[in-house]
């Protein structure tokens, strides 16, 4: 993906690694890289029944920290490039909306960037609300403008 010029949210830090031994390793590795901005997840692979294929990747992570507040949700996800546009996306966030719940979660919040018209619907499919924009001061979207969603669960 990182060829495509697209970028691993809601994969765990997929880009900082070299094998699956080294990413699967999550808490070790997030610790060391987030220290005290670290908060568990839950990593979900989505995969398509008929194949087998990995299709997409979504992360629950809780409690937020204080990044995670502002800037990065407690919902990330991404879709397989070659499979975009098929509603794996909406799937995925419909599916783990139940597990936030069962993990004591009365609403969730999602950011995307305000240039990702995708992420924009699948989050609203969802029950997403927009509270409000904000500006990127670190670098996370393309446009400048992050948007934040709370999702009852």
């Known amino acids: ?3 495509s010029g697209d970028s691993f949210d809601g994969c765990a830090g997929l880009e900082d690694v070299h ?5 699967i390793d999550f808490e070790t590795r997030l610790k060391a890289k987030y220290k005290g901005e670290y908060v568990p997840s839950e990593i979900f692979l989505a995969v398509r029944q008929r194949d087998d294929r ?4 979504i992360d629950f992570r809780h409690p937020l920290s204080g990044f995670l507040f502002q800037f990065g ?4 996800y991404s879709v397989r490039p070659s499979e975009r546009r098929k509603g794996y996306a909406s799937e ?3 599916l783990i909306l139940p597990i936030c719940r069962a993990f004591g979660e009365s609403s969730v919040l999602l950011t995307c960037d305000k240039n990702n018209v ?4 699948t989050i609203i499919k969802n029950g997403g609300v927009l509270e409000k924009e904000i500006a990127d001061t670190v670098g996370l979207s393309e446009s400048g403008i992050i948007l934040r969603y709370w999702i009852s669960v």
């Open 19 to 23: 094998s699956f031994g080294e990413w």
């Open 92 to 94: 995925m966030l419909r």
């Open 73 to 76: 949700g407690n919902i990330g």
């Open 118 to 121: 995708a992420s924009q619907r």
């Open 54 to 57: 990995v299709v997409g990747m």
């Open 1 to 3: 993906m990182e060829k």
